[in-house]
């Protein structure tokens, strides 16, 4: 459904003109502020809503505590002639967990009104906005949405975003070779291009949906959260499988001196990290600004990586009820990329060059303390340049048709016991240097709308507008991009959770498609702090999910090839009802249970859930293209064949997540993943026809893509992960481990005569593996600390990706400074 120039003229007008409109609105709060004391009030409550009576609460400025109060009957506490400034809050209680909350601006002759959750016992408890779009209570939510804090990137010694993800159930991680290689995630079974990737709000996706995982460092990310189901309706197009959202740290430093922060680490392969920050605030303003560099030359050859990052977050609050925030993010990389050496032997000379901008600008405003909006504009730039300058190998030419390029004599072992040995096509002939080049912006407006009716309900409504524009290779587009959806969220006697929405889709390719989604969390028992079983929640989630098509599949889509042929080929779309190619879908059902016990120590959940996937892409010959059910006339005139929605497949499992504080500083987290996928239907040219090794006769081999009946590639049906951590006030040791299991995949290879020689079973073909790491960090000062991490501590050599062999047993280590705040300079002398 493409729209004209005039149409697109009024758009913008609008758009520009609701801007303003904001912006003044903002100007106008801002004028509020006058001379007189303002106050600070607002309800305490445990995780469910209850009201938690007799909290202790202490107000703090400049690192001294000047006001106490207790909550009353109805949770509620107020301080009343406050100085216009920062503010920290502590509030404590017995039976719960004290929480801090930093960075509370208070203007003069203003109310600022903070609400506080109190976590029972010593787990944390988490207020999550992915799920819903609005601050909500992990307690009360029926769907799967886990977290991760800085404190994570910083007591296991992280890097990149992905090393944490591989600890998180549901998902898994696979990166071809070491540091930078390009990453998938997979969630719950579901493509890698099926998952939502979201910074401080925007979606950062390439169009289509696809995200390497590996560009993204910890460089300021304080907070990620990630929900396990799909969630077309908040987020539109790509939340398919889940949404994966990271948050930028701010400015939370109450003091006048700012906070500096420098940390420089180095270790194997020639790795070195460094990364400097500033942080602060400034009366009704904050800022944290942070650069990061990484370098290795990796453990392969022509395997090189740089990323430079630099990540600010700058706000401004004109007045109590309002908000202004500035998101910037940048990064710079390079990357050799030598290819699959185990199934070469030799090393590619081909090189990466990218950039990725992210520019966020957000508004928020509480209308009444019951209204709130909130509109965001957002700017994603990503550019991808792959080079191959000259091919690899030896030259060999088979047939008197120009020569192609092996690499050296190899033997390739699977994970299911058979082996092949030979040489495979490395580079084929042609012009060479071969470039490809990648260049997308995504622009997006959202609006949003949130209303509260008592304790009880509250409605949200949103809208969305996203202009996507660019190439990949040849091809190219540009889309613009409608979202409409209205939610409600139901809380009774905080005992029934209920949340329902559904999201309307107006697509530039594909049109307008609706998506519901409902969730229901049922807490029976809430049990008391001092016993030993406690809370228990039942939790219900269904929703479904789509995701548009990429560049590559909408522009060789059965209607686009047709529209390139001219009068002939609109003759026949005209004729034979030839429709755009369409989104591919997800129907998603989930069960669950949250146990608490060992008197708020301890958490058990388990989950099943159900996905089923249809009107995912192929590329179909026209053959293939006749076995579907198009035109014979159609397929013909097609000349090679096209992508059609013609796939289906599910992933149905179980996830296991034990989490527990041991006390003493000692924390444990396990968890376990069950995938049971299949391919249900497929046409593609190994479905139909699939290749044989005559090695391995009456062995049917997937040779690009997975038989019917099989698992889709890279999907271990068993994963788990394993985190125990002991901190204390001078230092922490923490050991994280990896379980992944054999894997369905290809060698994806073709022999010298362009044969199937070097291919192998498709099935548990790639090893199965257990990676372990250990990290330690010591403090001999207040400001400083250093820091060891030992990874693949078993020196076990795997494989993420078949063929691309993981770095084995390496270490760095390194150091962080931090000064600044309020108590810089007593600091410096301890």
């Known amino acids: 459904m493409r729209r004209n120039r005039a149409e697109l003229s009024i758009i913008g007008s609008l758009m520009s003109g609701l801007l303003a409109v904001w912006l003044s609105v903002l100007a106008f709060a801002g004028q509020r502020v006058a001379s007189t004391g303002g106050a600070l009030e607002g309800r305490i409550t445990d995780p469910l809503g209850a009201v938690v009576a007799g909290a202790s609460v202490a107000l ?60 029972v016992g010593p787990l944390r408890e988490e207020i999550v906005v992915t799920a819903t779009g609005t601050e909500v209570p992990q307690a009360q939510l029926g769907a799967s949405v886990a977290v991760l804090e800085e404190e994570d990137f910083r007591r296991q010694a992280k890097v990149h975003v992905l090393e944490l993800l591989r600890l998180i159930p549901g998902l898994q991680i696979a990166q071809t070779g070491g540091r930078g290689g390009q990453t998938s995630l997979f969630m719950r079974g579901g493509n890698s291009s099926f998952t939502k990737v979201l910074l401080d709000g925007a979606p950062i996706n390439q169009i289509g949906g696809f995200f390497d995982v590996s560009t993204l460092m910890g460089t300021q990310i ?31 430093e109450y003091a006048r001196i700012p906070t500096f922060g420098y940390s420089i680490e180095g270790g194997s392969y020639r790795s070195m990290r460094q990364e400097v920050s500033l942080s602060g605030a400034v009366r009704a303003f904050d800022y944290a600004s942070s650069f990061g560099r990484y370098d290795t030359d990796n453990h392969l050859p022509n395997h090189a990586y740089h990323n430079g990052t630099y990540a600010g977050n700058f706000g401004w609050r004109p007045s109590v009820a309002s908000e202004v925030r500035l ?36 508004g928020r405003h509480h209308t009444t303390r019951r209204w709130q909006n909130q509109l965001r504009f957002s700017s994603v730039h990503s550019m991808s340049r792959f080079t191959n300058p000259a091919p690899t190998g030896e030259p060999f030419d088979p047939f008197g048709f120009g020569p192609v390029y092996l690499g050296a004599p190899v033997t390739i072992v699977g994970g299911n016991g058979f082996r092949v040995s030979g040489r495979a096509i490395l580079d084929f002939g042609g012009v060479y240097p071969q470039t490809f080049v990648s ?36 091809q190219r587009v540009s889309r613009n991009n409608f979202s409409y959806f209205l939610q409600g969220q139901y809380n009774w006697a905080a005992r029934v959770f209920m949340t329902a929405g559904v999201g309307i889709e107006d697509n530039a390719v594909f049109g307008v498609e609706a998506n519901p989604r409902v969730s229901l969390a049922y807490v029976p028992r809430r ?29 060789s889509s059965l209607f686009a090839v047709l529209r390139g042929l001219g009068a002939s080929g609109d003759a026949l779309i005209a004729r034979f009802r030839i429709a755009p190619i369409g989104p591919e879908r997800n129907r998603s059902v989930e069960v669950g249970v949250d146990q608490n016990f060992g008197r708020n ?67 444990a987290r396990g968890s376990y993943t069950y995938v049971d996928a299949r391919i249900l239907r497929s046409f593609s040219s190994d479905a139909l026809r699939p290749s044989f090794n005559p090695a391995f006769p009456g062995l049917p081999i997937g040779a690009f893509a997975p038989l019917v009946g099989a698992r889709p590639f890279q999907r271990a049906p068993h994963t788990g992960s394993l985190v125990l951590a002991w901190a204390r006030s001078r230092w922490s040791v923490a050991v994280v481990g990896s379980f992944v299991g054999r894997r369905d995949t290809s060698t994806f290879l073709s022999d010298p005569f362009f044969g199937p020689s070097m291919l192998l079973p498709n099935r548990n073909l790639n090893p199965g593996y257990q990676k372990l790491d250990v990290s330690v960090s010591i403090r001999p000062h207040a400001r400083l600390t250093l820091v060891a991490v030992v990874e693949n501590v078993l020196n076990q050599r795997y494989t993420e990706v078949f063929g691309y062999p993981a770095p084995k047993l390496n270490f760095r280590a390194g150091a962080r400074l931090n000064w600044g705040g309020v108590t810089a300079w007593r600091d410096i002398f301890r």
């Not at 801090?100 to 609400?115: E, Q």
């Not at 710079?332 to 990725?356: C, K, Q, T, W």
């Not at 000349?639 to 000692?666: I, K, S, Y």
């Open 60 to 119: 703090i400025r400049d690192g001294r505590e000047i006001a106490r109060a207790s909550a009353d009957e109805s949770g509620r506490y107020r301080f009343a002639g406050l100085a216009s400034g920062l503010y920290h809050l502590r509030v404590e209680r017995e039976g719960f967990a004290p929480r801090t909350i930093s960075n509370i601006f208070v203007p003069a002759d203003a109310v600022r009104v903070l609400d506080v959750m109190l976590s």
């Open 527 to 555: 049990g008391e702090t001092s016993s030993w079983w406690n809370e228990t929640k039942l939790r219900f989630y269904f929703g479904t999910g789509i995701k548009e098509p990429n560049i590559f599949q909408e522009g």
């Open 601 to 667: 120590r301890a958490r058990l959940s388990v989950a099943l859930f159900h996905n089923r996937f249809e009107d995912v892409i192929e590329f179909l010959s026209r053959s293939a293209l006749v076995q579907l059910g198009v035109p014979v006339e159609v397929a013909q005139a097609t000349p090679f064949g096209a992508n059609v929605n013609a796939q289906t497949f599910r992933a149905r499992g179980a996830e296991v997540d034990l989490m527990a504080d041991l006390g003493h500083g000692l924390t």
């Open 222 to 252: 304080e907070r990620i959260e990630i929900m396990r189901n799909p969630n077309s309706v908040l987020y539109g197009s790509d939340a398919t499988s889940g949404v994966l959202q990271l948050f930028t740290r701010r400015g939370r």
């Open 439 to 474: 260049d997308t912006v995504r622009q997006s407006l959202f609006a949003q709308s949130d209303v509260s009716v008592g304790e009880a309900f509250t409605g949200t409504v949103g809208f969305r507008y996203e202009n996507e524009r660019g190439r990949s290779g040849a």
């Open 327 to 362: 998101v910037l993010r940048h990064a710079v990389l390079a990357l050799g990329v030598p290819n699959a050496l185990d199934f070469y032997g030799i090393p590619d000379d081909s090189a990466m060059r990218g950039r990725e901008t992210y520019v966020v600008l957000s």
